[in-house]
């Protein structure tokens, strides 16, 4: 059984790392990496309902990889009354009617 002290100090570790992928989102190129990396932190405890608009801009993106992160981040962390889910509808229904999904079906 860890002591006190390794919990706290796991608990210091990942709101340190939350702390960085916070500056992370900032950053056009590496925000679905960033967002990948809150979802596994959302997994251990921690709260990333703060970034729900950062998962619709990542879910919103050209690129199929980053699109599939942004999928993975909404499934994980968008709730009923998450702010943005309107939005998130919208653009599912956006992508299903467009032709390159069509086009791939």
Avoid at 23 to 30: K, M, N, Q
């Amino acid at each position: 059984m860890p002591s006190r002290n390794t919990k706290s100090r796991h608990g210091s570790v990942n709101r340190s790392r939350l702390t960085v992928r916070r500056a992370d989102l900032r950053s056009a190129d590496v925000k679905a990496t960033a967002l990948l990396k809150l979802v596994y932190l959302e997994m251990v405890g921690h709260d990333m309902s703060w970034a729900s608009f950062h998962v619709l801009e990542v879910m919103s993106s050209q690129k199929y990889h980053q699109k599939r992160v942004g999928y993975l981040a909404a499934v994980q962390s968008f709730r009923p009354d998450t702010d943005v889910l309107m939005m998130a509808t919208n653009l599912l229904k956006k992508v299903g009617k467009s032709p390159s999904y069509r086009a791939n079906r």
